[in-house]
């Protein structure tokens, strides 16, 4: 576009643009610039306020909390989701129901979750479905004074359960292990770790030491 301009105060100034605004201001359109900003975030304010309007009148029957899933805060495998639907199981009650909307303004979502034909949602906009939906099971948990699953509450049902599942996958490990030719002898401190004794080799993997059964040459 600037062509032989390229070296030129212009072209220089153009180059070394970091943002809109000096953009602009190599063309010499900063009037410009501050028109087009102004009306993007009037648009935005209207939108914001068109969004609040809507959540004061939708919040006459959902419960409502300020709260967010972080995944940190919780064990492998488990969510606030599974609380709520083994809590929902538990009494007997219909699988909880989770619509979710998409705000246009930003493409954030939000979700709603009904239980026992009542609703709860977060105030909080998340950056995807999933996210949205775990944390309006944390704000229908925390209404009910319902665990969630966090580090640090105490072992839940759920928690015990799913620790018994992985011990059950080990133990099948170990027996398709013993099927395949190794046969485990105890549980050592030591991983993925290859040695051998008096001619027998010795494998060590996931703190399980292994014997194989066939003796190494020499």
């Known amino acids: 576009m600037l062509r032989e301009k390229l070296e030129s105060p212009q072209g220089k100034k153009l180059h070394s643009a970091q943002s809109h605004r000096e953009i602009c201001e190599a063309f010499d359109s900063v009037e410009y610039y501050k028109e087009t900003t102004a009306m993007l975030e009037a648009r935005s304010a209207a939108e914001a306020r068109r969004h609040h309007t809507d959540d004061q009148l939708e919040d006459t029957d959902v419960t409502t909390m300020t709260v967010r899933f972080d995944r940190r805060d919780y064990p492998p495998q488990i969510t606030p989701k599974m609380f709520l639907l083994e809590w929902s199981r538990s009494e007997q009650l219909p699988q909880p129901v989770y619509e979710t909307v998409q705000r246009p303004l930003d493409r954030f979502f939000r979700s709603t979750v009904t239980v026992a034909n009542k609703k709860y949602r977060s105030t909080a906009w998340d950056k995807s479905k999933k ?6 099971a944390i704000v229908c948990l925390r209404t009910l004074g319902l665990p969630e699953g966090r580090i640090g509450e105490e072992e839940s049902n759920l928690v015990k359960k799913r620790k018994r599942e992985e011990k059950t996958e080990c133990s099948g490990s170990a027996e ?14 030591a991983l993925y770790s290859i040695y051998s004794t008096e001619g027998t080799a010795w ?9 194989q059964r066939a003796l190494l040459p020499g």
Do not use: K, M, N
């Open 131 to 136: 996210l949205a939906e775990q944390t309006a």
């Open 176 to 189: 398709s292990a013993e099927e395949s030719g190794h046969a485990p002898i105890g549980d050592y401190l």
């Open 203 to 211: 494998i060590s993997l996931d703190s399980t030491v292994y014997r």
